[in-house]
C-alpha cells in the first residue's frame, strides 16, 4: 500500500425518540474503538444524527471525542416535511481529518 490512503468510512442512523440514546451511545462505542484501534487512520461517518451539529458537537467535547461536524457551503436542511426543515445530517471526521477537506457542499 506504499502510494495508497486509507481510511476509516462509516455511515450512521441515530433513531429518534425512545431508542435515540441507545443508538448514539452504540454509535459512539463504536468510533470509539475504531479510533483506538486505528489512531493514525482518518475517520469520516456520514448519515442521520437526527440531532443538531452544535448539540453533537457537545456530545463530542463531553465525552472527550476528537470528532467534530464538517462545515458545509450551501443549505445544510437535509430533512423536508411540509414547511418543517431541519439540518439532521452531517459527516463527522476526526479532528485530524479535517484538514484534509477542501470543501463539503450540500
Avoid at 28 to 39: G, N, V, Y
Wanted: overall charge positive; charged content about 20%.
Amino acid at each position: 500500500l506504499a502510494n495508497k490512503k486509507m481510511l476509516l468510512l462509516g455511515s450512521i442512523y441515530i433513531p429518534s425518540g425512545s431508542l435515540r440514546k441507545e443508538g448514539l451511545t452504540n454509535a459512539l462505542t463504536s468510533i470509539s474503538r475504531l479510533l483506538s484501534k486505528h489512531p493514525h487512520l482518518p475517520l469520516l461517518c456520514g448519515g442521520d444524527w437526527n440531532m443538531s451539529s452544535t448539540k453533537l458537537e457537545q456530545i463530542f467535547a463531553r465525552k472527550r471525542l476528537p470528532l467534530v461536524c464538517v462545515p458545509v457551503s450551501g443549505s445544510n436542511l437535509t430533512f423536508h416535511r411540509g414547511s418543517m426543515k431541519s439540518a439532521i445530517d452531517f459527516f463527522v471526521v476526526s479532528q485530524k481529518t479535517l484538514p484534509m477537506i477542501s470543501r463539503c457542499r450540500v
